[in-house]
């Protein structure tokens, strides 16, 4: 009984700390509103946007895509100009470029 209560204790924790994301369609409704810059030296965040779940990061920019806000982490808002962003990210093509350039910003999303 104890290895069971310890097994599901380890698999409840790793899940609490992925960084599963909504995109949310109003701004009122965000933790996070983030805006995509064009160039890698401009943000805050390098992001992968990862296939699975279970693929997703410990707060290190490897996103997955939640279907329902209720199964995020954090709930984002990509805003249209930059000065409007609490964010700056940047989608990177490989997982091993993911991660964040202005540690400053990390505390936004835990």
Do not use: P, T
Not at 11 to 36: G, H, P, T
């Amino acid at each position: 009984m104890k290895l069971i209560i310890a097994c599901v204790s380890v698999l409840i924790s790793l899940n609490s700390f992925s960084q599963k994301i909504f995109s949310v369609d109003y701004e009122s409704r965000a933790d996070v509103k983030v805006f995509v810059v064009d160039y890698e030296s401009r943000a805050d965040l390098l992001v992968y946007k990862v296939d699975y779940e279970s693929r997703a990061g410990d707060n290190d920019g490897n996103w997955f895509f939640v279907d329902y806000a209720s199964r995020a982490d954090k709930k984002i808002f990509f805003v249209d100009y930059e000065s409007r962003a609490d964010l700056k990210v940047f989608f990177v093509d490989y997982a091993s470029r993911a991660g964040w350039k202005n540690s400053s910003k990390k505390h936004l999303l835990y």
